[in-house]
């Protein structure tokens, strides 16, 4: 059974840090290119960053390039979305997707392109 289970949200004050983590489970993570994505109220879902199945290739939001940064872990299938100088724009329920892939070097921005999903995890920004 395939699971993805994010982990580390929460309420943090404007500047701050958070380290999301989404374990998976049911499958071979090496095989998947992953990325997260966020969904503020009233909002569409939107990338927030994706990264290669080999770990080679990284991509990020305009909105936090630099104060984000994705990783993986296939060891501990895991991966990590670490957040820096959070700012009140940033809160939302975060998701992890997973994309099954033969192409060591392909990330994917669409939510559409994602096969599985966590339930999310919310970060709150707020002094």
């Known amino acids: 059974q395939v699971q993805l289970v994010e982990s580390g949200g929460g309420l943090v004050q404007p500047g701050g840090s958070l380290r999301l983590s989404c374990a998976t489970s049911g499958f071979t993570l090496d095989h998947y290119a992953i990325g997260w994505f966020r969904q503020a109220p009233g909002k569409e879902r939107e990338f927030v960053a994706a990264i290669s199945s080999s770990g080679g290739i990284l991509a990020h939001a305009d909105s936090v390039r630099g104060r984000f940064t994705i990783s993986r872990d296939n060891a501990k299938s895991t991966m990590y979305l670490q957040m820096n100088s959070l700012k009140p724009e940033d809160t939302a329920v975060y998701y992890c997707?997973?994309?099954?892939?033969?192409?060591?070097?392909?990330?994917?921005?669409?939510?559409?392109?994602?096969?599985?999903w966590g339930h999310g995890t919310q970060v709150t920004v707020s002094s």
């Open positions: 997707g997973a994309k099954g892939t033969f192409n060591l070097r392909t990330l994917y921005r669409r939510s559409s392109d994602y096969s599985y």
